[in-house]
């Protein structure tokens, strides 16, 4: 069966530059999620999306932005980039807004900022 | 303001015996309570949840029990394999929308054979 696919699967970026994370959800769910694991923690969530509209908001920086597009998939922006940003990223994707059990987790982007 | 927490950082268990993964929470109304488990290297995956309007939920080897009076929550997985050897995150739903969860800091088991 088709999963969340996240890509790409490691990153590595300077302080101060930009990065672009992308998910694709798994076929016909239209509920992104976006959550932060950093080193040692739990996951925190992030943004989330419903049908290309962002549907509630986490701790995000303002320095990150995120959307969803026609066909469903998401990119995570992040500009200057600081080394705290260091955490693997993790996509979720679910059919109509569902309650957590139906969250499919891709396998995360490793983002490590040098 | 942790509201999910779990006291536990690791559990070593016996293949074959019973493992009790703990998790205490904060600022209790009408919630749902997940677990969720995690390899090295992959995404959570859905493992079994909780209304708070029940005391119980099980799934072949897990139970997931729910006592609101103490707000804590525990897994019982039985017997333990050594597959079940990974992280597992105790999560609450809610926000606006029900994909938002908090996690706790997660338990890492270890079963051996």
């Known amino acids: 069966a088709a999963g969340v696919i996240q890509s790409p699967r490691h990153l590595i970026k300077e302080k101060r530059e930009t990065a672009t994370l992308k998910c694709y959800p798994i076929p016909r769910h239209d509920t992104v999620y976006w959550y932060q694991q950093g080193p040692g923690q739990d996951p925190q969530f992030l943004i989330s999306f419903y049908e290309k509209m962002q549907s509630d908001k986490g701790s995000i920086p303002d320095r990150f932005s995120a959307q969803q597009f026609s066909d469903y998939h998401s990119e995570l922006n992040m500009s200057s980039l600081e080394l705290g940003d260091s955490a693997l990223y993790f996509c979720?994707?679910?059919?109509?807004?569902?309650?957590?059990?139906?969250?499919?987790f891709g396998s995360g982007t490793q983002l490590s900022v040098l | 303001d942790q509201q999910v927490k779990q006291n536990s950082p690791s559990l070593s268990v016996q293949e074959g015996r019973i493992s009790i993964l703990n998790c205490d929470y904060t600022?209790?109304?009408?919630?749902?309570f997940l677990w969720y488990k995690k390899y090295p290297a992959e995404g959570p995956t859905f493992l079994i949840s909780?209304?708070?309007?029940?005391d119980k939920n099980e799934d072949g080897r897990f139970t997931v029990f729910l006592n609101k009076s103490a707000k804590h929550l525990s897994l019982h997985i039985v017997p333990s394999q050594p597959g079940d050897s990974a992280v597992y995150f105790c999560a609450r739903a809610g926000g606006t929308s029900y994909g938002k969860l908090t996690f706790g800091q997660g338990t890492i088991l270890t079963v051996h054979p």
């Open positions: 600022n209790s109304m009408f919630d749902y």
């Open positions: 979720a994707s679910s059919p109509e807004g569902g309650l957590g059990e139906k969250l499919f």
């Open positions: 909780i209304s708070s309007i029940k």
